[in-house]
């Protein structure tokens, strides 16, 4: 539903402003309210508990529906703001500009890095009251925050910059199948960028978007763009029926969505393994030595290594990478998007290896297998390898990908390419869930307890891991095949005297 909302505010600021910030923003603010409130008053202290002879009664039904509520709340309003912010920061840079195009550039990793430093505070602070249990006091620190948030983004109005956006792109994306169906019998011309259709200004027909150049490939598209004697255009140049004749930009549009796909399907097994450092990494650590002199570490915690690791090579790429690179390559980027994207598959892959190599060893320095939970005397601090690969690998991957989704999407659908990414992430936890259980599944027999049982020193997750390990390098095959045949967008650039065209890559 997103998807299709995000792109059709005629102003995009508008969209950001009343349409996410304090549309989605005040959603998810509202959310972290009500699950505080929920937890507050009847879920972490039921009827009757605590007073020492009766015991505590289940949660009412109103105060589970109010915490399931609050849940969908919280993830309408995250899904419904992070990629229009992302598109919305990237909007205030002029990529035309030799000086601000440096700039845009760079947008996305130092935004990258601003998620990640806001995930440091809930995976330490609020990780510590999980532990001691003031859960009720992390929900209102966290509601405090995203309202301040979105405050604070409110108060940046008068400086914004203001793009026009181009309306829904379903009924566009309709017309160009449907007029491809109609004239499905027809041939299509040999001198394409002669004989296609479109306006002969130098404006495109769809709103805010530049014209897009016609490009070889899904040829069967093209078709809605061959002009008919039965089609009708207007003295201005536009058809009268777009359900019968369509723009070479309009044709193209669905073409970049189309290409777009395949890439994309790729990144969600890379999302799966990142997704293991909120799930099986906990599992792992917590099953370790904890202990740091008198305190024990948080296995949640040991995330901030991750979120360190994606500062330092931030830095590093931006400082020394992209300058390497330059010189290397002639690219300003240092390496393009894609190249970085298959170094992020590469990195992640050696972060599962040095999981399971940890996972073998933890396993040896258990004393005891049979007692459940009872913990390996290896220190969880040799997680710091797979939290710090796992880091390298999201500046690579998640970086490469906001820039890539973001450079090839069209104009007017650049809110769709953010979204992209992180749809990847949230097809990752599914996905990763189903792995998850299928392996269970598979693996545990009467005799044996599976490579993920509930007491983990009897299980084998050493074997997961080299599962997803080897999935990733299956992936990258896969990768290496898609971007090979990827074929860029092209647009028209103005230029002072004439129409140039420009290649973005």
């Not at 913990?375 to 991957?397: D, K, R, T």
């Amino acid at each position: 539903m997103y998807l299709e909302l995000a792109d059709t505010f005629p102003d995009r600021y508008v969209k950001q402003l009343k349409g996410v910030e304090c549309c989605f923003g005040w959603t998810h603010s509202l959310g972290l309210v009500l699950m505080a409130l929920s937890c507050q008053l009847l879920l972490v202290k039921p009827t009757n508990c605590g007073d020492g002879s009766l015991s505590c009664e289940s949660p009412s039904t109103m105060g589970i529906g109010l915490f399931y509520s609050s849940i969908y709340l919280v993830a309408l309003g995250n899904g419904g703001y992070q990629p229009s912010i992302a598109t919305f920061g990237a909007d205030q840079f002029d990529e035309e500009d030799d000086r601000e195009r440096p700039s845009k550039i760079a947008f996305f990793s130092w935004f990258y890095l601003a998620l990640n430093l806001g995930s440091l505070f809930s995976n330490t602070i609020l990780g510590y009251f999980e532990n001691n249990g003031m859960w009720v006091l992390g929900f209102w620190l966290s509601a405090l925050a995203a309202g301040l948030s979105t405050v604070v983004f409110l108060a940046g109005t008068p400086s914004y910059r203001r793009r026009m956006a181009g309306g829904n792109p379903l009924p566009r994306f309709a017309q160009v199948f449907v007029a491809a169906i109609l004239k499905w019998r027809l041939k299509c011309p040999s001198n394409a960028h002669k004989d296609l259709y479109e306006l002969p200004s130098t404006e495109s027909a769809i709103s805010g978007c530049r014209k897009i150049l016609h490009s070889e490939g899904l040829r069967f598209l093209d078709k809605a763009a061959i002009e008919t004697d039965d089609d009708t255009v207007e003295v201005e140049g536009k058809p009268r029926s777009p359900w019968r004749l369509c723009t070479v930009t309009q044709v193209e549009e669905v073409k970049c969505i189309l290409r777009l796909l395949p890439i994309w399907l790729c990144t969600i097994i890379y999302s799966v393994v990142f997704t293991q450092m909120a799930s099986l990494f906990v599992e792992q650590g917590a099953a370790m030595n904890t202990s740091l002199g008198s305190f024990n570490v948080p296995a949640a915690a040991m995330s901030m290594f991750d979120i360190f690791s994606v500062a330092v090579w931030i830095a590093l790429y931006r400082r020394v990478l992209v300058p390497f690179g330059y010189k290397v390559t002639g690219n300003p980027k240092g390496f393009s998007e894609l190249q970085r994207m298959g170094v992020g598959l590469i990195v992640g892959m050696l972060a599962m290896v040095a999981a399971a190599v940890v996972e073998v060893y933890r396993l040896k320095e258990v004393h005891n297998k049979i007692i459940p939970d009872s913990p390996s005397s290896l220190s969880i601090f040799w997680q710091i390898p797979q939290y710090a690969l796992i880091g390298a690998s999201e500046v690579f991957m998640y970086v490469g990908q906001l820039e890539f989704f973001n450079s090839q999407a069209p104009d007017a659908l650049r809110s769709f390419g953010s979204a992209l990414c992180m749809t990847s992430i949230s097809f990752g936890n599914y996905v990763s869930s189903l792995l998850v259980t299928v392996v269970i599944y598979v693996t545990k027999k009467e005799d044996r307890p599976g490579w993920i049982p509930g007491n983990l020193n009897k299980g084998h997750m050493d074997r997961f891991y080299l599962l997803l390990a080897a999935l990733t390098s299956i992936d990258f095959i896969a990768y290496i095949y898609c971007s090979r045949s990827y074929t860029s967008i092209a647009v028209y650039k103005e230029s002072t005297e004439d129409e140039e065209l420009a290649h973005i890559k």
